[in-house]
């Protein structure tokens, strides 16, 4: 049964019925769409107006499913679990689809088959680990969670890398820290740099499952990626970890900038061409310049050129350079002019 929450005709809502002995397991709301994966092996997908896709084959038996934009990810026993001795882990696949919604594109079929965009395995690497949440923020990257309290984002760059985002046992943000083994994060989503969690308590994992009454508050938990705390490079701790701060700030916007760029080429898009292009330019090189100021202070001027080889426009350049002059830097100046040339040139 689907009921839209927003609909411009009065008969919006519909209902599909499965054949006899068939029954769903699973469902995914995306973007106009949505999707259930049935006990015969089928993951089918409708329009919100109930227009059926071409049924696809499950890759096996489904975990879990999850859906945003024109995304689907069906998450699948990839194989039996290890053994005790070999620690217990769970043996997960992944497919990731895109439900193409652009009747235009001749390669989607006037939207009707779905394609497949990647697959691989979730990182469930640890003793035990089992999948605890897998879900897309609102650029369309694909996240997992898993009992070890990890978050891990799917590269935008090739889509088979997984990157650690979040270590909620290993993270400086004092909102990831629990209590007790008896409590545990029961993430929500992901938004804006952050992980929408509440904190669940009880002895047993099928006990740690949030209320329905009263409804639970929810906590905002800073991503992080994973970066160690830099050592030895001049200054105090406190201006270390500010910089292994801003440097993990520059890397999401780095991950959200190579997403953007990647969703253009496939779908040859003029979303980021021209202005846009030079918007979403200028804001990387924002934070880049920002982690650069800081390397200066720090006497890090290796650091600070490897960061000036990666800004993109003439005016962040100038910027860096004036910034190392500041810093008496008159070489590490020279060297990013030495760079801007080659840019510009190229």
């Known amino acids: 049964f689907y009921k839209p929450f927003e609909a411009w005709a009065h008969n919006s809502e519909w209902t599909m019925s499965l054949p006899k002995g068939d029954s769903v397991e699973c469902v995914a709301v995306g ?4 999707a259930a994966s049935t006990s015969s092996g089928f993951v089918r997908c409708f329009r919100s107006s109930g227009l059926q896709l071409t049924p696809m084959l499950s890759p096996g038996p489904v975990v879990a499913m999850a859906a945003s934009g024109s ?15 070999q620690g217990g882990t769970q043996q997960l696949g992944f497919v990731l689809y895109d439900v193409d919604t652009n009747p235009s594109n001749p390669l989607s079929c006037v939207g009707l088959v779905p394609r497949e965009t990647t ?7 640890g003793t035990d680990n089992l999948l605890e949440w897998i879900g897309f923020d609102e650029m369309q990257r694909l996240y997992s969670f898993d009992s070890q309290g990890r978050l891990f984002c799917l590269s935008p760059n090739d889509l088979k890398t997984w990157m650690l985002s979040m270590d909620t046992k290993n993270s400086r943000d004092p909102k990831a820290t629990l209590r007790s083994n008896e409590e545990a994060h029961w993430i929500v989503g992901i938004s804006r740099g952050h992980a929408m969690s509440t904190v669940c308590k009880g002895r047993e994992k099928v006990d740690r499952q949030p209320r329905t009454s009263p409804k639970p508050l929810l906590t905002q938990i800073a991503l992080g990626s994973g970066l160690l705390l830099q050592r030895g490079n001049g200054g105090s701790n406190g201006g270390a970890d500010q910089l292994s701060m801003l440097e993990g700030k520059f890397l999401r916007k780095a ?7 990647r969703y253009e080429q496939e779908t ?3 979303m980021l061409s021209g202005s846009m292009l030079v918007k979403a330019q200028a804001v990387l ?30 005016k962040s350049f100038v910027i860096a350079m004036k910034l190392a002059r500041t810093m008496n830097q008159e070489t590490l100046a020279t060297k990013m002019y030495e760079l801007m040339q080659m840019r510009m040139e190229a």
């Open 71 to 85: 995304s689907l990810v069906v998450v699948y026993h990839k194989g039996s679990p290890m053994s005790p001795a």
């Open 268 to 270: 040859e898009a003029s």
């Open 119 to 125: 697959r691989g395995n979730l990182p469930l690497a």
């Open 31 to 34: 973007d106009h769409w949505c």
């Open 285 to 314: 090189d924002r934070e880049n310049l920002q982690l650069m100021q800081s390397c200066l202070k720090s006497e890090n001027s290796t650091m600070a050129l490897d960061l000036a080889s990666r800004l993109h426009l003439e």
């Open 255 to 261: 991950t959200a900038y190579s997403q953007q760029r």
